[in-house]
């Protein structure tokens, strides 16, 4: 069973920025992808960003220019930088990984969120 552990979640002001990190298995960085969703109340759960194993890289319109995903495989780690915050990316944020990975297939392993607050 794989497992992922999210950190770096925190009460920050609009415009700044924090950097989430997600422990991993070792397993994991050996299929297919890796990202990160998020889900506000009311709001259905977003993917935010993904990394394939082949290094391509998606994000969505909301967070282009704003958010990026990296790795340290020697860390077993993944991370979400995130600059420029507005209220509006107020969310839990969730770790996720894909055994198979392809546009609007949902992840196969999910980790237990870091709740991310954007406000004055």
């Known amino acids: 069973q794989v497992q992922l552990v999210e950190s770096g979640g925190d009460l920050v002001q609009p415009g700044g920025s924090l950097r989430l990190s997600c422990a991993a298995s070792l397993s994991i960085f050996s299929i297919s992808a890796m990202g990160w969703y998020r889900q506000a109340p009311g709001r259905q759960r977003e993917l935010v960003a993904a990394?394939?194993?082949?290094?391509?890289?998606n994000y969505p319109n909301a967070v282009k220019g704003r958010f990026t995903i990296s790795r340290d495989n020697a860390k077993k780690t993944v991370y979400l930088q995130m600059n420029s915050l507005k209220p509006d990316d107020t969310a839990l944020y969730t770790c996720?990984?894909?055994?198979?990975?392809?546009?609007?297939?949902?992840?196969?392993?999910w980790g237990r969120g870091t709740q991310v607050t954007v406000s004055s």
């Open positions: 996720a990984s894909w055994s198979i990975y392809y546009n609007g297939r949902p992840a196969d392993y």
């Open positions: 990394m394939t194993n082949g290094g391509t890289i």
